[in-house]
Each structure stands twice: as C-alpha cells, then as structure tokens.
C-alpha cells in the first residue's frame, strides 16, 4: 500500500516492506499477462482473474498492516481490506453480467482505494517517513483511472485491456517504492 523510507523505520520494517512490494510488483506483471493472453474474455478464467486481484490486495494489506503495527495509519490499511474485499465480491457477481458492469466496479474499487491509499500515503508522510510519493501519486492517478474506467463502460465495444495496463502501471510504482526502500535501508 504504502512506503517507509525513514532512518527510524527502516531497520526491520523497510526491508520486509520491501519484499512485499517487489512480489506486489510480479504479481501484477504476471496477473497483466494471464489478463491479456486470456483476451480480456469474461469466462471462467477472465472472472477468476478479475476475483483474485483484490483478493491479492487483501492479503498485502493485511501483510502492510502487520509490518507496520504502531509506525503507520492502520486504520487506511483495514479500510482498504474492506474496500478491496467488496470489490471481489462485486466484481465475481458483475462478470456475470458483462464489461460495462465489471468495468464499473472495478472503476468504483480503484477511485476508494486509490483515494484511501493517498490518504494513508499523507498521513505517514506528515509523520516523517519519507519516500511517500511514489505511493501518493500512485493513488491519484487510481482516482483518475477509476473515473475513466467508470466511464469507458459506456462506450460502444468496452474492453477490459485498459483493467491490465491499470496493473502493469500500479506494479511499476511498486517496483519504485521497493527501491526507494532499499536505498534507505541501505542508507543505514
């Protein structure tokens, strides 16, 4: 979800944090991939593949909110389990029912939790802990990306392509938080 990068919180938390982000960062790539060889089809595969993101998300928070215990927003983390939670219910029921509808729920899912993973990224920036912006802006453009994938389910031929690059793209600041966080581990 988020990064830490300070002196003080690097010792134990940076490096685990690290290594979740970097399987954060693969599993995205890997999952963009089965998405993409899958054709973006809605059969089985394509609802399992659009299920098992947030469930993935689900279990990072979770793994986020055990790494950080007191030194971070732990309110933002179970907010997101939560959000990311409903969403794969959503989106299991909305395959049933086409693209424009699982292009609407994932659309919701990435404007709340894009907005949740700013705030948590804002609130420990204000406490110090540096290398946050990677994962702030990574929240926006969730915002941003969420609007156009509310929107984009009312065009005339909507696809599900854009729901990868949404992933590869997520992936990519996730590779950045984890180097970030490497160099300040290194740093001390």
Same mark, same amino acid.
């Given at each position: 979800?988020?990064?830490?990068?300070?002196?003080?919180?690097?010792?134990?938390f940076?490096?685990?944090?690290?290594?979740?982000?970097?399987?954060?960062?693969?599993?995205?790539?890997?999952?963009?991939?089965?998405?993409?060889?899958?054709?973006?089809?809605?059969?089985?595969?394509?609802?399992?593949? !659009?299920?098992?993101?947030?469930?993935?998300?689900?279990?990072?928070?979770?793994?986020?909110?055990?790494? #950080?215990?007191?030194?971070?927003?732990?309110?933002? !983390?179970?907010?997101?389990?939560?959000?990311? #939670?409903?969403?794969?219910?959503?989106?299991?029921?909305?395959?049933?029912?086409?693209?424009p509808?699982?292009?609407?729920?994932?659309?919701?899912?990435?404007?709340?939790?894009?907005?949740?993973?700013?705030?948590?990224?804002?609130?420990?920036?204000?406490?110090?802990?540096?290398?946050?912006?990677?994962?702030?802006? #990574?929240?926006?453009? #969730?915002?941003?990306?969420g609007?156009?994938?509310?929107?984009?389910?009312?065009?005339?031929?909507?696809k599900?392509?854009?729901?990868?690059?949404?992933?590869? !793209?997520?992936?990519?600041?996730?590779?950045?938080?984890?180097?970030?966080?490497?160099?300040?581990?290194?740093?001390?």
């Amino acid at each position: 979800m988020t990064t830490v990068d300070s002196p003080a919180a690097a010792g134990g938390f940076a490096p685990t944090l690290r290594q979740l982000y970097l399987v954060r960062f693969g599993f995205a790539i890997v999952w963009a991939a089965l998405l993409f060889a899958n054709k973006s089809s809605l059969g089985a595969l394509g609802i399992t593949l !659009l299920v098992i993101y947030p469930l993935f998300d689900v279990a990072a928070a979770v793994m986020d909110a055990r790494l #950080s215990g007191a030194a971070g927003p732990i309110r933002g !983390l179970q907010t997101n389990i939560a959000i990311s #939670s409903i969403a794969a219910v959503g989106l299991a029921v909305a395959g049933t029912s086409g693209v424009p509808a699982v292009l609407r729920v994932w659309g919701a899912w990435a404007i709340v939790s894009g907005a949740v993973q700013l705030i948590v990224g804002l609130s420990r920036r204000k406490r110090q802990m540096g290398g946050q912006w990677p994962m702030m802006l #990574s929240g926006g453009i #969730s915002v941003l990306a969420g609007a156009q994938f509310i929107f984009g389910a009312s065009a005339s031929d909507p696809k599900l392509t854009n729901v990868g690059g949404y992933a590869i !793209l997520g992936g990519i600041f996730f590779l950045v938080s984890a180097l970030r966080l490497g160099r300040a581990s290194q740093a001390d």
